[in-house]
């Protein structure tokens, strides 16, 4: 294979693995001089430079020039003048050392080196992609199960492991079935770039939000806070920089059709919107809903807040194990404690009804 060939298949090699071309002359570079270095028994100060235009592959050395040399990679002054006569001791000479037939060496030894080299550079490749992906979402499909784990093709021929645990209780575990999943962390390991991801961070849940919210995209609506109990329920505080756009409205989509969307993708987790807001009493109020609130006692300072509601309406502000209020709470960046009425009454507390919010509280579950 003369140097021209070298070069033509080195083309090749790269368009067809999408890697790029100085990469694989680094590779090329390192592995062709040590394969000089070996052939030639040389320990002089050598370098490799390819040159594509006129197909050359040329080795080149580098020697300090001293008085007296006592190093490999120096030499005299007395014999670096008799190639330039104006060389001065402490600068630098550089030969071509390229041997006959090295070209030859070169084609020869870069089978060995590409099949070692390019395995790496493919890894680093896949890794740079999903490390650019990491804490956001992508599509993946089941390729393999067992107890403990169920594994996923990622694309570019990278599989992960997800354990169960990391899976909703709904989701759907045979062969061939698609999930969008969220990376949490990506590694580069001995063995090639780690890709770790989750079905239940509550991000997953923003980015499919996200995804068919335009109003989020542009930036015109914003999520301020999220809360998730994976596979149950979520709840998402919600503001809109336009005056003319309803944040819950543009969550919901037409018929709650954006809505559906993200639900069928959490696998029928139930997901509810309500409208942020800067007055506590307001943003605890929708946060809380659909219960009705008679009261809030707000700290603004420690951000805690004691909230009255009905006799009748407690369990249901507190929600099944405590979840309404928790995920209010989280949601909302505030710490909630919840009273009845009559315990209100009975622990002295004195509290100033609020007018009901009716349907200006935009919490949604239609």
């Known amino acids: 294979m003369k140097a021209k060939d070298f070069y033509k298949a080195l083309n090749i090699i790269a368009d067809e693995r999408g890697l790029e071309k100085e990469k694989i002359l680094e590779i090329l570079e390192r592995g062709l001089l040590n394969a000089y270095k070996k052939e030639y028994q040389s320990s002089e100060n050598a370098r490799i430079e390819f040159n594509e235009e006129k197909d050359e592959i040329l080795v080149y050395a580098d020697y300090l ?9 120096e030499i005299s002054l007395q014999e670096a ?9 402490g600068e630098i ?3 071509n050392v390229t041997p006959k037939g090295f070209g030859r060496i070169a084609a ?13 550079l493919e890894r680093e490749k896949i890794y740079e992609v999903f490390k650019a992906k990491e804490n956001e979402m992508i ?3 089941i390729v393999g199960l067992n107890k403990d784990f169920v594994t996923l093709e990622l694309g570019h021929k990278l599989e ?3 354990p169960r645990k990391e899976l909703l209780k709904s989701d759907e575990t045979r062969i061939g079935a698609r999930l969008k999943v969220y990376i949490t962390k990506v590694e580069m390991t001995t063995k090639g770039p780690k890709v770790f991801v989750s079905r239940t961070d509550r991000n997953l849940v923003k980015r499919l939000i996200e995804q068919v919210v335009p109003e989020i995209m542009d930036g015109t609506v914003e999520i301020m806070g999220l809360a998730r109990d994976p596979g149950s329920r979520s709840k998402i505080a919600v503001y809109s920089h336009d005056d003319n756009v309803d944040p819950v409205g543009a969550c919901l989509g037409r018929e709650s059709n954006r809505k559906k969307e993200v639900e069928e993708a959490l696998q029928g987790e139930r997901i509810s919107f309500y409208r942020w807001s800067k007055d506590p009493i307001e943003l605890i109020s929708n946060a809380l809903a659909p219960a009705d609130v008679v009261a809030i006692n707000p700290d603004k300072k420690e951000k805690t807040c004691i909230v009255i509601v009905e006799d009748r309406d407690f369990t249901g502000a507190i929600g099944s194990k405590g ?7 989280q949601s909302s960046g505030w710490k909630i404690d919840i009273k009845s009425v009559s315990d209100a009454e009975e622990q002295g507390i004195n ?16």
């Open 160 to 162: 992960t492991s997800l």
């Open 65 to 73: 020039v001293v008085k007296e040399p006592s190093e490999p990679g």
């Open 93 to 95: 000479i550089t030969e």
């Open 323 to 329: 979840q309404n209020v928790r995920l209010a709470a």
């Open 81 to 89: 003048r008799k190639r330039n006569k104006r060389i001065k001791a």
């Open 108 to 120: 020869v030894s870069a089978k060995q080196i590409l099949t070692q080299g390019l395995k790496q």
């Open 139 to 141: 599509n993946s499909e």
């Open 351 to 366: 509290y100033q009804p609020i007018d009901e919010y009716g349907d200006d509280s935009d919490e949604q579950d239609a």
